[in-house]
């Protein structure tokens, strides 16, 4: 089955300091990943669309200048949180899309959580 | 933009009782699309729970069912008995796939369901 690993699980960092999150997809070729965030006490946002062979796409609030993502190959992709500051805090998820199934399926990892101090 | 309401904050249920959780849509940029529920468990990532791609349809999964209504932008989750292993955060989501999944998943912002013995 389609399954992705995400890691770290949890991260502490300084405020001003930065951390990399990584998401990796077995059994299926992530041709998208969608990186979100969940804020406390709210809902998830897509911070970043990145589909392979197309540039990667930022919403609203989300640059690249803050949040970098790389997206090498099918399996692996990356995103990086710099001088991460307290309203940065949450749990991120990434996101991978099978292409075999229907629907445009994401298939989660287990997020990283990210405390600020 | 598109938006997802569903039931808020948490619902409490006995086992062997039912549980409904409302979940209604409006998309702006499509009629009819893709509609999902998620699931999140203690400590785990996010799971598909279960999808419906066509108006009218009804979607099931693990004793849950949820029936895209097109009349009234609803996508309803039900089961009919639940157990305590039931108990999670549950998100209501849809995707426009009128952009090919340009846009990604756009969720409510959960509903937490504890389920007692």
Known sequence: G????????????????????????????????????QSPQ??????????????IKYEQNFTQEKFPISHPNLSFSSMTVLNAYLEDRGLYLCGARDPGSSAETLYFGSGTRLTVL | GDSVTQTEGQVTVSESKSLIINCTYSATSIAYPNLFWYVRYPGEGLQLLLKVITAG??????????????????????KASVQESDSAVYYCALSDRGNNYAQGLTFGLGTRVSVFP
């Open chain 1, 2 to 37: 389609a399954l992705v690993y995400q890691y770290p699980r949890r991260t502490i960092c300084k405020s001003g300091t930065s951390m990399r999150m990584e998401c990796q997809a077995v059994g299926f070729q992530a041709t998208s990943v969608a990186w979100y965030r």
């Open chain 1, 42 to 55: 709210k809902t998830f946002e897509l911070i970043a669309l990145s589909t392979v062979n197309s540039a």
């Open chain 2, 57 to 78: 349809q009804k979607g099931s999964s693990r004793g849950f069912e949820a029936t895209y209504n097109k009349e009234t932008t609803s996508f309803h989750l039900q």
